[in-house]
């Protein structure tokens, strides 16, 4: 009886180790393509097999963070390429989003300090005052056919979204909060694209202009664009990643 007893305990443990092997392993082998597929992109630009990368990172999301670290890799161009890859993968969805389902949401931060704009029930009402470069952008955008919000919080676009139902969103801000904003848009099931802003703070941020112009011009057709607002308009379409 004690025989049996330990010949049965002896194998349980030797499944464990065994299970145990197979899975540092696989973890070894996955995570050693990650980080090859995530160096060669970051270094090149090109991303190789993008859903299984991001799919991969968000897995292994503690370790590859740790490894970017360890490895000298910038935090910051580590999210950036993840706001790239994700819209990479969306592209072709937000595409086929008709224009009047699509907002952008700015953040108010890229307001001048000096703003003299009131919050309204649907965020900071734009006067177009000069003082800064989101006047002009509002134009731009509304010209075509955007939906534009200037939001103090992400509690606003949710509730835009849901009053306007609308499916194709894009979105300025820093880091977190477009790291933030795509999963929230993952989750919600609407699709959306982030732009990253060149300066963070809370104050008097910026952002390229002409990045979320690319991407607000995806699927839509340049003819029916207003004469005024071409001279803005990059020539390419092409977002870049
Ligand atoms: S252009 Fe618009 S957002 Fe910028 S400071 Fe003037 S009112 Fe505010």
Same mark, same amino acid.
């Given at each position: ?34 980080? #090859? /597929? ?7 630009? @090109? $991303? !190789?097999?993008?859903? &299984?990368?991001?799919?991969? %990172? ?81 134009? #731009? /955008? ?7 919000? @200037? $939001? !103090?919080?992400?509690? &606003?676009?949710?509730?835009? %979204? ?80």
């Amino acid at each position: 009886m004690v025989f049996e007893y330990s010949v049965t305990f002896q194998s349980v443990l030797t499944l464990i180790g065994l299970i145990t092997v197979v899975f540092l392993l696989f973890f070894l082998i996955i995570s050693s393509i990650l980080i #090859v /597929l995530l160096v060669y992109a970051l270094k090149t630009g @090109i $991303v !190789p097999f993008p859903r &299984f990368l991001k799919a991969g %990172i968000l897995f292994f999301e503690t370790f590859m963070i740790w490894f970017i670290r360890v490895a000298g890799i910038n935090d910051t161009d580590f999210w950036r390429f993840m706001a790239g890859l994700q819209n990479n993968l969306n592209k072709q969805a937000f595409s086929e989003v008709p224009i009047d389902k699509r907002a952008v949401f700015l953040p108010q931060c890229l307001r001048s300090a000096k703003c003299p704009a009131h919050l309204e029930p649907e965020g900071l009402k734009c006067r177009s005052c000069g003082l800064c470069t989101v006047g002009q952008a509002h134009r #731009v /955008l509304q010209g075509l056919g955007y939906r534009v919000f @200037i $939001v !103090p919080g992400s509690s &606003f676009i949710g509730r835009m %979204i849901k009053k306007y139902r609308i499916k194709g969103v894009i979105g300025v801000g820093c880091l977190i909060e477009i790291k933030d904003g795509l999963e929230m848009a993952d989750k919600a099931g609407y699709v959306a694209m982030g732009v990253v802003s060149d300066k963070d703070g809370c104050v008097e941020t910026s952002v390229n202009w002409e990045s979320v112009y690319e991407i607000a011009m995806l699927g839509l057709d340049p003819a029916s664009f207003p004469d005024s607002i071409l001279e803005f308009l990059p020539a390419s379409e092409e977002p870049r990643a």
